[in-house]
């Protein structure tokens, strides 16, 4: 009993003496919608979809981009905002990460990421998020406006959701539900590994069970499909009616697959349900990038830091994948499957520069590309009249790392408080060397 006493004070003393408030939530913040137009001038305009203007100005009126071009008149009553030389882009997507529901790896009440069983594509990511995360603002001041965050596990794991990074809760956040069923493809490889180093045949049947029990997971969700086509159902499966969607072509099918005997079954699979499909991870899609292209399947690829696959492959071989996917004529998105390195995202575009994108190819892996790969390309991803006035501003080039400094970000029209925690602490922690 003394010692459970002991204990209890100790746990006591320790919980008392963390910062808690800063752990769960951020003292930013979000937005107020402008209540008169706003005239940005002098910029140079990165419109994504018709090149780039030199000393033009944006006009947003009421959250959206109201006009695009040279010596505009301000409205009456708008304010202007001479931002002469500094460049001005789209908001920045990033897809397929989980920002917003880890918190800290190590703390297991923080990670909200996963659930335990295999047949979870009634799962919604976006319940999970959390608008007040410490981490989301460091991701902001990197010039990203949106992230499609997505629910982790095995196999059927469930839906992602589009989510613009400055809200008071999830509700607020959400741009797109239901973006993509995401699935978690079996292991193809036969090499066993310093933690389950069994024997290749071993690894070999263990793959061939996995493959086997997704594939009746789509046929017993392909049954009810076609039952409830029929009228037939008695009731309703939950994991199966989400799955509705996807069979009838209005959800996309989200494999998350790298080598390339992942993504040939997953192809063989889309094409028997005639599933929208595109993959996630796709290490290999530079393998077989022709046949992903004439297949029209898109790719989300996580690895543009990534180190070779294999012992034979070039030191440089993941930086020139999306390079390789722009030729081929695949549809392409970049990424980090993560959530704080997603800041770094940013910078990895320019690296898919220096190994062969063009700056303009590069922006558009993290602004239309991503928002047509979740559906969104009619609201996001460009400056254009009409679209959300989700807008970036770095007094260089924002793919640069010396040339790279976020002023100001706008979501829909409002503007983003860029503080954050590092930046807090640096300014801490400057005041002691001072």
Same mark, same amino acid.
């Given at each position: *009993?003394?010692?459970?006493?002991?204990?209890?004070?100790?746990?006591?003393?320790?919980?008392?003496?963390?910062?808690?408030s800063?752990?769960? =939530?951020?003292? *930013?913040?979000?937005?107020?919608?402008?209540?008169?137009?706003?005239?940005?001038?002098?910029?140079?305009?990165?419109?994504?979809?018709?090149?780039?203007?030199?000393?033009?100005?944006v006009?947003?009126?009421?959250?959206?981009?109201?006009?695009?071009?040279k010596?505009?008149?301000?409205? @009456?009553?708008?304010?202007?905002?001479?931002?002469?030389?500094? $460049?001005?882009?789209?908001?920045?997507?990033?897809?397929?990460?989980?920002?917003?529901?880890? /918190?800290? @790896?190590?703390?297991?009440?923080?990670?909200?990421?996963?659930?335990?069983?295999? !047949?979870?594509?009634?799962?919604?990511?976006?319940?999970?998020?959390?608008?007040?995360? @410490?981490?989301?603002?460091?991701?902001?001041?990197?010039?990203?406006?949106?992230?499609?965050?997505?629910?982790?596990?095995?196999?059927?794991?469930?839906?992602?959701?589009?989510?613009?990074?400055?809200?008071?809760?999830?509700?607020d956040?959400?741009?797109?539900?239901?973006?993509?069923? $995401?699935?978690?493809?079996?292991?193809?490889?036969?090499?066993?590994?310093?933690?389950?180093?069994?024997?290749?045949? @071993?690894?070999?049947?263990?793959n061939?069970?996995?493959?086997?029990?997704?594939?009746?997971?789509?046929?017993? =969700?392909?049954?009810?499909?076609?039952? /409830?086509?029929?009228?037939?159902?008695?009731?309703?499966?939950?994991?199966?009616?989400?799955?509705?969607?996807?069979?009838?072509?209005?959800?996309?099918?989200?494999?998350?697959?790298?080598? /390339?005997?992942?993504i040939?079954?997953?192809?063989?699979?889309?094409?028997?349900?005639?599933?929208?499909? !595109?993959?996630?991870?796709?290490? &290999?899609?530079?393998?077989?990038?022709?046949?992903?292209?004439?297949?029209?399947?898109a790719?989300?690829?996580?690895?543009p830091?990534?180190?070779?696959?294999?012992?034979?492959?070039?030191?440089?071989?993941? #930086?020139i994948?999306?390079?390789?996917?722009? &030729?081929?004529?695949? +549809?392409?998105?970049?990424?980090?499957?993560?959530?704080?390195?997603?800041?770094?995202?940013v910078?990895?575009?320019?690296?898919?520069?220096? #190994?062969g994108?063009?700056?303009?190819?590069?922006?558009?892996?993290? !602004?239309?590309n991503?928002?047509k790969?979740?559906?969104?390309?009619?609201?996001?991803?460009?400056? /254009?009249?009409?679209?959300?006035?989700?807008?970036?501003?770095?007094?260089? %080039?924002? #793919?640069?790392?010396?040339?790279?400094?976020? !002023?100001?970000?706008?979501?829909?029209?409002?503007?983003? %408080?860029?503080?954050?925690? $590092?930046?807090?602490? $640096? &300014?801490?922690?400057? +005041?002691?060397?001072?």
């Amino acid at each position: *009993m003394k010692f459970n006493k002991v204990c209890l004070s100790l746990l006591a003393a320790l919980a008392s003496s963390l910062p808690i408030s800063s752990v769960i =939530a951020n003292d *930013m913040v979000p937005g107020k919608a402008a209540s008169t137009p706003l005239l940005l001038t002098g910029l140079t305009v990165h419109t994504v979809t018709d090149g780039v203007k030199a000393d033009s100005d944006v006009l947003i009126v009421d959250g959206k981009i109201a006009a695009v071009g040279k010596d505009l008149t301000a409205p @009456e009553g708008a304010t202007v905002l001479a931002l002469d030389g500094k $460049h001005l882009y789209p908001g920045l997507i990033a897809l397929a990460n989980q920002l917003g529901l880890i /918190e800290i @790896e190590a703390v297991r009440s923080t990670d909200d990421s996963n659930e335990v069983t295999q !047949t979870n594509p009634d799962i919604k990511a976006k319940v999970a998020y959390n608008a007040d995360s @410490e981490v989301i603002p460091t991701i902001r001041s990197n010039g990203f406006a949106y992230s499609m965050v997505y629910p982790s596990g095995s196999m059927l794991m469930g839906q992602s959701s589009l989510m613009q990074l400055d809200a008071w809760n999830y509700q607020d956040a959400v741009v797109a539900d239901g973006t993509g069923l $995401h699935v978690r493809w079996p292991n193809a490889s036969t090499l066993g590994s310093r933690w389950n180093p069994k024997p290749a045949d @071993e690894v070999r049947k263990a793959n061939a069970k996995q493959l086997e029990q997704l594939q009746q997971y789509f046929k017993d =969700a392909k049954a009810y499909y076609d039952a /409830e086509q029929a009228g037939l159902n008695k009731g309703v499966d939950s994991r199966w009616h989400q799955m509705l969607a996807v069979f009838n072509g209005k959800r996309p099918l989200f494999v998350h697959a790298d080598d /390339e005997r992942q993504i040939r079954q997953t192809m063989l699979l889309a094409n028997e349900y005639q599933l929208k499909l !595109t993959i996630v991870g796709g290490r &290999d899609s530079w393998r077989m990038a022709d046949e992903l292209a004439a297949a029209n399947v898109a790719v989300i690829y996580t690895a543009p830091y990534g180190l070779p696959s294999r012992g034979d492959e070039n030191y440089s071989q993941a #930086f020139i994948v999306p390079k390789t996917l722009q &030729d081929a004529g695949v +549809q392409y998105a970049l990424s980090l499957d993560g959530y704080w390195d997603t800041r770094n995202l940013v910078f990895a575009a320019g690296q898919a520069i220096s #190994f062969g994108l063009t700056p303009e190819q590069a922006l558009r892996s993290v !602004t239309i590309n991503a928002a047509k790969i979740a559906g969104v390309a009619d609201k996001i991803g460009s400056i /254009e009249v009409g679209k959300a006035a989700s807008l970036v501003v770095s007094e260089g %080039d924002i #793919f640069d790392y010396l040339g790279h400094k976020v !002023t100001h970000l706008w979501i829909d029209g409002r503007a983003v %408080d860029l503080n954050n925690r $590092h930046k807090q602490l $640096h &300014d801490k922690y400057k +005041q002691r060397i001072n």
